[in-house]
């Protein structure tokens, strides 16, 4: 029975990764500083372990008091790609470094491998579809933190043989997903702002696309992944094929809660606009066991959570380290 530490497990896609390691037989230890993640959603049957992964002596006592573990899956982070750019310090802190804290004592303790879960944002722009055969030219603070570490996890591979396996999910919703957080996740955002009776905010023309992932076409493939050998070493893309506009979304996600599709359009913000991967190595690795779900039925299935958890308030992140060309909507304090 392999050991394995799940971080970022009270947040959206760890809690799932760390409920399907513990349905695989996985003894799970899940670790969480709960800024962005909530309790209730750690698995039953796990252990707990609350802390903050950029400590190193919190990142080593995991180890001492709960470890070796054969496998570590290493979910935390803050995937606030637009705002890591006025948020610098933290954004490298809590991504960066609290990940080279993990590196090394999966160096150390001789882990059999080492999951991380990447983004595509570590492409940029201009680079469609998306492919893993691509040169990653990521343009913001995240993207640039997630390839870091991945140049980070060959390194120490090349030096040390440590195994590893980097997923590069994209625009993953569904159940359990914080929809509190003003900054990041679209998806929760407009069924926050449905439940409080509020047009969905949109960004520039609306025209941005990305393919919305649901959880249930992700989630399973990260938990086995060491238990695949041809996966090892490898870099996969992970998500949904099909690309949507944002005002397509917030048609959809009104729909599912039988509202009209009200937008209010904001200042177009710096970023990517055009974003889709294309997954052909994922499915030669992990051949499907189903279809994936539409965006119409994920869409649904969240809705129908959200709904039942009810709305909760915008979390204002008070420590923005660069003023300069921060966009106005958040500037707000509410």
């Not at 290493?74 to 990940?99: K, P």
């Not at 882990?111 to 879960?117: H, L, M, P, Q, R």
Request: charged share 20%.
């Amino acid at each position: 029975m392999k050991k394995v530490l799940v971080t970022g497990a009270a947040g959206f896609i760890g809690s799932h990764v760390a409920e399907h390691c513990h349905k695989l037989g996985m003894l799970v230890v899940c670790t969480d500083d709960l800024s962005g993640g909530f309790i209730e959603n750690v698995p039953q049957g796990t252990t707990w372990v609350q802390g903050d992964l950029r400590d190193p002596a919190f990142a080593a006592s995991l180890w001492a008091q709960h470890g070796p573990f054969h496998y570590i899956y290493h979910l935390a982070a803050y995937a606030a790609e637009g705002l890591s750019h006025f948020i610098r310090h933290y954004n490298y802190s809590t991504n960066l470094l609290a990940s080279i804290n993990l590196i090394n004592l999966a160096v150390k303790h001789a882990a059999e491998c080492f999951v991380f879960t990447s983004s595509i944002a570590v492409y940029g722009r201009n680079q469609l579809p998306m492919t893993e055969a691509l040169t990653p030219q990521p343009e913001d603070p995240y993207g640039i933190s997630k390839y870091a570490v991945e140049l980070d996890l060959r390194a120490a591979h090349e030096m040390f043989g440590l195994n590893y396996i980097i997923f590069r999910p994209h625009n993953v919703y569904g159940e359990r997903q914080n929809i509190s957080d003003k900054y990041r996740n679209v998806i929760g955002i407009f069924m926050n702002q449905l439940l409080q009776g509020e047009p969905m905010s949109v960004f520039g023309d609306g025209l941005q696309t990305r393919a919305f992932s649901y959880i249930d076409d992700v989630a399973p493939i990260i938990a086995q992944s060491p238990m695949v050998p041809d996966a090892m070493g490898q870099t996969f893309n992970v998500g949904a094929d099909t690309p949507y506009t944002v005002l397509e979304l917030a048609r959809e996600v009104a729909t599912a809660f039988g509202k009209p599709a009200q937008v209010k359009h904001l200042d177009a913000r710096n970023e990517v606009v055009h974003a889709y991967a294309d997954h052909s190595r994922v499915r030669n690795v992990f051949p499907p066991e189903r279809e994936p779900v539409s965006l119409q039925a994920g869409i649904r299935r969240m809705a129908e959570w959200v709904q039942k958890r009810g709305p909760m308030k915008p979390v204002v992140y008070d420590n923005i380290e660069i003023e300069k060309n921060l966009p106005p909507s958040w500037r707000v304090r509410s």
